[in-house]
């Protein structure tokens, strides 16, 4: 089959014809085989058949497979050296005679004269010499070395290119296309051979450069072979190169020219399809010219599918697009999104599970509204020293620097999943559920020189700056947003750097408040049965009563106020509150009943203390408060 889709003319019965048009039923139009068959006495009968011949998944153009003459790099041959002692190009070629076949990808070529054979190409030439004691290894050989040498992640995905690699035919390197780079070489017709000549070579590359790739094209051969050759002698190439191997060496120009030669980048990501595209190309170019991988590190990533776990198609109308994501939720909620999948397997998306994203960023963004609005006017002659602080806020920072370490080591391995689970965890439950809930009455109601705010006040900074710098690889216009709303005069987020916070882990003050913790559960689930039946309104209104186990007593004792770190009116030891009658027990028997107060409510700072002046109807803080606000003013 010729490449205008005709037969031969030299065949017999369908030479000249086109291939779709020889194989109608007896009778039709095209029915051209069928009938030499007949006339022959050879047709025992025709009739149509459905079949599942190769067609166009794109145009679906129905296709057939033909024999073309196509360019090759060896997998399995060390590249020879030349006269000089340099490394010579590994050879590209033509797999020889009718019916040879490379592997999958190859295709064979021949003509009547027989079959030809296609030697070093300016092409490969012009990507070697190879490293030092590059003739001792092949192409293979160099590249499943780098894979061992390469991180991948998920480690699975080395397993998967190192077996490609490994089987893989002779590496295929041209297309026939109309467009595309096109494979600039001349081949004398009566050998065979391709020209290899550095003037000819300087020719082609000095019109590429000045009218870009077409100049292959419209030059005229006879520019490029000079006087002392016949433009009829030799054919000029018209295939391309294919577009992996264009791709494939990217790392040339954006990180060698940038940062110099032998750069290698950090990391690769792509979907986990280019084992057998990008990464491998780029890998095999950079092994037959460099020695070794072009990048450190490679990252594979599955595929998004429709909320249905549909494989998204265009012709199906399946498919979400981002732009309409980040039009109408905003570009962070999208990577809120992929952060919170494990993308290494494909994964789902859709309204729903978008709408799930946009709730999780709500209370994360609320989280930096507080931490905004507490900070307004600080200054850092408030900050206390650690070593002052009271426990809780010492917990805190241990807990920052317990988050640290975590999110350092899912930051590493790329696995931002549970990079975003932790975060999360940690902004609600640690943060926004427990210490902000706490710490309020503090922050609203204590003067504000008095050392407990200003711990608060400084460890909200740290949290400030710690939470920022932690999201903004994730929400990346957020946490600059944010970051800009507290110091417009400073630059992004972006140009900051992780502070170490590993000097205020404490493990024995972590335990003890991981049991206090605990407690607090206890008592809250305890109130909770008498605020549904309306027997009492917020938490401030309880009077525990507890019966602690004994290990508990020291542990609550450390709090100085387990009714702060409760947020309720008054607690109480109580040895005689029995199993039975205890409104919650937790696992070691610390047994609590809540029940309402009698105790009078203060009108500034709502708590229900013992030392409400009833004259004032303010506690003794609030008092003092206020004194030494008409002071100042």
Not at 80 to 106: K, L, M, R, T
Not at 128 to 143: F, I, K, N, S, Y
Not at 273 to 293: K, Y
Request: aromatic residues 10%; charged residues 25%; proline residues 5%.
């Amino acid at each position: 089959v010729q490449a205008n889709g005709t037969y031969r003319a030299d065949w017999p019965v369908v030479g000249g014809m086109h291939v779709y048009n020889v194989n109608g039923r007896l009778g039709a139009k095209n029915d051209v085989v069928t009938s030499a068959l007949s006339a022959a006495g050879a047709l025992l009968a025709d009739g149509d058949y459905r079949h599942s011949y190769p067609h166009s998944w794109r145009s679906h153009a129905k296709l057939i497979y033909r024999c073309t003459p196509q360019w090759f790099i060896p997998m399995d041959k060390s590249p020879p050296q030349n006269g000089e002692g340099d490394h010579a190009a590994w050879h590209i070629g033509g797999a020889a005679g009718p019916g040879a076949h490379s592997g999958n990808d190859a295709r064979t070529f021949a003509n009547g004269a027989g079959a030809q054979s296609l030697r070093p190409s300016t092409i490969a030439r012009a990507i070697v010499p190879l490293p030092e004691g590059g003739e001792d290894q092949t192409l293979r050989a160099l590249a499943l070395t780098a894979i061992e040498n390469t991180r991948w992640v998920p480690e699975r995905a080395q397993n998967r290119i190192t077996a490609m690699v490994a089987g893989r035919p002779d590496w295929l390197i041209s297309r026939q296309r109309a467009w595309g780079v096109p494979i600039t070489l001349f081949v004398d017709r009566r050998t065979g051979e391709y020209l290899r000549d550095p003037a000819v070579d300087a020719r082609i590359v000095a019109a590429v450069r000045a009218g870009g790739a077409d100049a292959w094209y419209t030059t005229d051969p006879a520019h490029f072979l000079g006087p002392e050759r016949d433009p009829a002698d030799y054919e000029r190439i018209g295939d391309i190169l294919d577009v992996w191997f264009d791709s494939g060496c990217t790392y040339a120009f954006t990180l060698e020219d940038r940062y110099g030669a032998g750069t290698r980048a950090s990391l690769y990501l792509e979907g986990s399809d280019q084992h057998r595209g990008w990464f491998q190309s780029s890998l095999l170019e950079s092994c037959g010219t460099r020695g070794h991988a072009p990048y450190e590190a490679v990252l594979t990533h599955g595929f998004a599918l429709d909320a249905a776990g549909k494989k998204m198609s265009k012709s199906v109308g399946n498919t979400v697009d981002p732009l309409a994501v980040v039009n109408s939720e905003g570009a962070d909620i999208l990577r809120l999104w992929v952060a919170s999948t494990n993308y290494f397997d494909d994964v789902r998306i859709g309204k729903e599970v978008l709408g799930g994203q946009a709730d999780v960023y709500r209370k994360l963004r609320n989280t930096f509204r507080y931490l905004l609005g507490s900070l307004d006017g600080w200054s850092e002659a408030e900050r206390l020293p650690v070593a002052e602080m009271p426990e809780l806020e010492r917990w805190v920072l241990h807990r920052v620097a317990e988050i640290d370490a975590e999110l350092r080591v899912h930051a590493a391995n790329f696995d931002f999943n549970p990079y975003m689970v932790a975060l999360n965890s940690f902004a609600n439950s640690d943060l926004s559920a427990f210490y902000f809930d706490i710490r309020k009455d503090s922050l609203y109601c204590d003067a504000p020189a008095s050392p407990k705010r200003r711990a608060c006040r400084t460890v909200l900074d740290t949290l400030f700056h710690a939470l920022t710098k932690w999201l903004a690889p994730v929400l990346v216009f957020t946490a600059d947003e944010v970051w800009r709303t507290r110091f417009p005069q400073a630059g992004s987020v972006h140009l900051e750097e992780w502070a170490d916070h590993s000097g205020w882990r404490d493990e024995a003050l972590g335990q003890r408040w991981n049991r206090l913790r605990v407690l607090r559960r206890a008592v809250t689930e305890a109130i909770e049965p008498k605020r549904k039946n309306k027997l009492l309104g917020s938490s401030n209104e309880a009077a525990i009563r507890i019966n602690f186990a004994k290990p508990d007593i020291e542990v609550v004792a450390s709090t100085g106020s387990f009714e702060e770190l409760c947020i309720v009116a008054s607690i109480e030891e109580d040895a005689t509150i029995q199993p039975s009658t205890a409104g919650v027990s937790d696992t070691t028997l610390t047994l609590v009943i809540a029940e309402a107060t009698n105790l009078p409510r203060c009108e500034r700072c709502r708590r229900y203390l013992p030392d409400v002046a009833p004259a004032t109807q303010l506690c003794t803080r609030c008092t003092d408060v206020l004194a030494l606000t008409e002071v100042a003013a």
